[in-house]
């Protein structure tokens, strides 16, 4: 059964194929764009998925969509398509198992010649959306801290929740394909704070627990094209380090499996060139006749070998390949949080960072060296993180330091 016409919307969602990454754009384009691009598939559901995929991008690309017999589609071109297809109308044919297509039709199914043609034309320019992150209520645990950071020997008093504030972060959206063996495709998603830091990322098609809304809150300025090119060069640098760690996982994945054919490869040929060696000490007992023949049926046999064994390392060779397709600038809320950590007369105030969003604090910085630390003690006659307290004497009762 086809989908009801869209209704036609300025802005919409766009797909990219490119290996590096793109600049995020200052200007937001569409209410869909955050989710990830339907894979065409065989069957029902794959058609339906599909459908849907074209219906947003011709909704995105200001084209008029509207029913026609036999759930084909029957599409009013925008003028950059039009100009492209030299076209202003085309009827979309989306059942695989059609025989016959009315005249100037595309057969549309996944995987055909229009399917391609509409996945080019999409994948010129990224998806590009703006969001907000939703608050959660309440903004962070009622222990504050003490639900990320655990103590030895000390006491947290009370949490202090700040005021909230929205920050700008950037989500990069790939998709990102393993070939070797049984290729694997797995969307990625990449989440940069405002200075280009990595806060977080996942095998998702979007980022988890997290309710938004469109639309920037609080920040109205639109980013610099050196921020954006910065982004761009740190999003690249961090889909190469994550990459790395991927492909030593998938190299000891499909190792194994590689070794097994190998194998059982070299037992086949093994046996075989074994079999004719014997075979032509049989024919010549005293090694009076003419062994061209056999020495040639052997020969051949291990050349067969050789060659049937770089194929086998070529077809299990990894490769990667990424393809960012989306991009969504965040105002995500955050807030600042104290609480105060005590041990007898020592009473040390730490302040910290909530991710609103998801009601869930940050680790604490360390009063000593400042890095965030997930375990505090008492070092020194002070507080510290273990790495500050390794070189000192430390009290891990509270009570008199240990030797």
Known sequence: MSPAPRKVRSGGRRAVGRSEAPRPPAAASGAHAAEAPSTPGNGAAGTGSWRDF???????????????????????????????????????????LRATLPRGAWFSAPGSGAGRKLLEVARDQPIVTRRTALPQVPGAPENGLASVCRVRGLTWGAPRLGPVRYERRVTFHAVVTLWGGLPVQEPWVVLLGPEGERLEWHRATGLPEVRSREGLYQISEDLEPEVCD???????????????????????????????????????????????????RRRTPHGDGPELESDGDATSLKLEWERRAAEVRQRWALRTEVRLWGLEEWAWPVADIEQELRSGAVHVRLTGRVDVARGRPELPPCPSCGTPADTMIRARGSIACLSCASGAPVSLDGGHPSA
Do not use: I, M, N
């Not at 074209?54 to 200001?62: I, K, M, N, S, T």
């Not at 961090?238 to 790395?244: I, K, M, S």
């Not at 499996?257 to 075989?272: I, K, P, V, Y």
């Open 230 to 280: 910065r982004l761009a060069a740190t999003a690249a640098t961090q889909f190469e380090g994550l990459l790395a760690e991927r492909e030593r996982e998938w190299e000891q994945a499909v190792g194994r499996r590689r070794d097994d054919e190998l194998g059982r490869l070299s037992a086949f040929f093994a046996a075989r060139v074994e079999e004719e060696e014997e075979r032509s």
């Open 54 to 96: 074209v219906g947003h991008w011709l909704e995105a690309r200001d084209c008029v969509v509207a029913d026609a017999a036999r759930g084909d589609w029957e599409v009013g071109l925008s003028a950059p398509l039009q100009k492209r297809w030299r076209r202003r109308r085309v009827r979309l044919v989306f059942d695989p």
